[in-house]
């Protein structure tokens, strides 16, 4: 006999308003920086910066294997049982419940569980890319975690994840993986030109190392401040006259402030077809920039 399998469901894309969450964006936002910092001092430089993003996972967020001595090992964050998992290739593991908690407290408790591993790793205790920082070892302020909002926030980028690799297949030429970054805590892909970008005046060895070649960025930032959860496209360097282009969809708009195409999260998330929909973004965004640019797209894109 066979057996058909059932057609797919409808992605379901939840909402995520800022203004519910975010005491538990902000603490989850160091959280992750802790965890980065922990795989940036433990893995080698690789070009751009793309040895210390995270990835998004079927449970929620990992550093992936990360070498130390003659082992290995990894941290996640696990958004479904809402815990933190450290596991090493020798079998030894130890877990971390994701809870109300200072940031102070999740430091302290990550570095004791390690400890326990043996695996003393050290680390830049200041995070970056946010105004003020406190450093994590003194930071009782931040201390929120609604386990609801973090799993919604987790399933929201596995949703975009997932469209972010279609996207990105269709390229042939170098690309970045779909990663995490805890800095400014947005998942990003990254295409490239191929062509070395100009040096920018007074940029920070950081940005020129990520910077260091023409680029188009696509990715989704869930929001800080007053800006709710959107998406952005933008190239690097700015390619004159790509602030008048008109992309899609029509809610799509560019940031003269920000120097990037947005588009709402609530556009995608309400749209008959949520993936169609920010693939038209991706897709009419890259190509707004790559022929301004003038990049070899016969060379760059695959044609099917």
């Known amino acids: 006999m066979i057996h058909l399998s ?3 469901k409808t992605a379901v894309w939840p909402p995520l308003p800022l203004a519910e969450w975010q005491p538990t964006l902000a603490t989850l936002h160091m959280w992750t920086q802790v965890v980065g910092k922990i795989r940036l001092a433990c893995t080698p430089l690789v070009n751009h910066w793309w040895n210390v993003p995270l990835y998004v996972t079927a449970r929620g967020l990992t550093t992936s294997a990360m070498p130390y001595e003659d082992r290995s090992f990894q941290i996640d964050f696990d958004f479904i049982d809402h815990q933190l998992l450290i596991q090493c290739s020798d079998g030894a593991f ?6 109300p908690r200072s940031v102070a407290s999740f430091y302290h408790e990550v570095f004791r569980l390690l ?12 995070p970056v890319e946010i105004e003020d920082p406190v450093a994590f070892d003194q ?16 399933q ?29 805590f947005d998942l990003a892909v990254t295409r490239f030109s191929g062509r070395r970008a100009p040096v920018r005046e007074g940029a920070d060895p950081i940005t020129r190392e990520a910077y260091s070649h023409e680029v188009f960025s696509h990715g989704f930032w869930p929001g800080s401040g ?3 959860a959107a998406f952005y496209a933008y190239a690097a ?8 282009v008109k992309v899609h969809p029509k809610e799509a708009f560019y940031s003269s402030e920000l120097g990037e195409f947005l588009l709402p999260y609530e556009t995608v998330r309400k749209a008959a077809n949520p993936e169609a929909t920010l693939l038209s ?22 044609m099917e």
């Open 115 to 126: 400890a326990e591993l043996d695996i003393p790793v050290r680390i830049w205790k200041v």
């Open 94 to 99: 130890r877990t971390l419940k994701l809870e």
């Open 237 to 244: 360097p700015v390619p004159p006259g790509i602030a008048n």
């Open 281 to 302: 973004f991706l897709q009419s965004t890259y190509e707004a920039g790559a022929t301004l640019a003038r990049w070899d797209r016969t060379a760059l894109e695959r």
């Open 139 to 154: 930071d009782e302020l931040h201390a929120s975690y609604d386990a609801d909002a973090a799993r919604r926030c987790w």
């Open 6 to 8: 059932a057609p797919p």
């Open 156 to 184: 929201v980028l596995s949703q975009v994840s997932r469209v972010l690799e279609i996207f990105r297949g269709r390229f042939a030429g170098k690309c970045s993986p779909v990663h995490f970054f805890w800095g400014s």
């Open 226 to 228: 007053q800006q709710d």
